[in-house]
């Protein structure tokens, strides 16, 4: 994954690399970056011929010998270089960008230990605080009762 220095080096980044342009001849978006390429298939002589896979069964079809290429490795010939690098996991892939995704989905996040158990110690510690017991009928007497507003006033004029 890259790192910026900055803000402005990371906007400058996204201008350069992740705007889409609208083709002028063909009306289909690109990136940017794939846009000289891109516009080579329009002239005349370019390479508007796509390479198929030769494998029995498989449709695939490719604009670059490079990235068929890719693609008999990762698919056909099952060749895995990239491993996760959380130990205990051991999960291979074909491809970076997948393997970066599986290492940034968060399935690794985790806490060891027994759940269960914790659970169980959690809700059996004592709580703080002051203990409330039911109100007994002596204690509701006790509890002095202030006269409303209006009974006061009715024994003012007495």
Same mark, same amino acid.
Request: overall charge positive; hydrophobic content about 25%.
């Given at each position: 994954?890259?790192?910026?220095?900055?803000?402005?080096?990371?906007?400058?980044?996204?201008?350069?690399?992740?705007?889409?342009?609208?083709?002028?001849?063909?009306?289909?978006?690109?990136?940017?970056?794939?846009?000289?390429?891109?516009?080579?298939?329009?002239?005349?002589?370019?390479?508007?011929?796509?390479?198929? *896979?030769?494998?029995? %069964? /498989?449709?695939?079809? !490719?604009?670059? =010998?490079?990235?068929?290429?890719? &693609?008999? +490795?990762?698919?056909?010939?099952?060749?895995?270089?990239?491993? *996760?690098?959380?130990? %205990? /996991?051991?999960?291979? !892939?074909?491809? =970076?960008?997948?393997?970066?995704? &599986?290492? +940034?989905?968060?399935?690794?996040?985790?806490?060891?230990?027994?759940?269960?158990?914790?659970?169980?110690?959690?809700?059996?510690?004592?709580?703080?605080?002051?203990?409330?017991?039911?109100?007994?009928?002596?204690?509701?007497?006790?509890?002095?009762?202030?006269?409303?507003?209006?009974?006061?006033?009715?024994?003012?004029?007495?």
């Amino acid at each position: 994954m890259k790192q910026f220095s900055n803000e402005q080096c990371l906007k400058a980044h996204i201008q350069s690399c992740h705007q889409h342009i609208t083709c002028e001849i063909c009306g289909t978006k690109q990136l940017k970056k794939n846009i000289k390429s891109h516009l080579r298939t329009h002239e005349e002589g370019g390479s508007m011929e796509r390479i198929k *896979c030769d494998y029995e %069964g /498989c449709l695939q079809t !490719f604009t670059k =010998k490079s990235n068929l290429r890719q &693609h008999v +490795k990762a698919v056909h010939l099952e060749n895995k270089p990239f491993v *996760c690098c959380f130990p %205990g /996991c051991g999960k291979r !892939f074909a491809y =970076k960008h997948v393997k970066d995704n &599986h290492e +940034k989905s968060g399935c690794h996040v985790h806490a060891h230990g027994d759940f269960e158990e914790a659970d169980e110690k959690f809700r059996s510690r004592p709580r703080g605080g002051r203990k409330r017991q039911c109100p007994t009928v002596e204690m509701l007497v006790r509890k002095r009762v202030s006269p409303s507003k209006q009974s006061r006033q009715g024994y003012e004029n007495f």
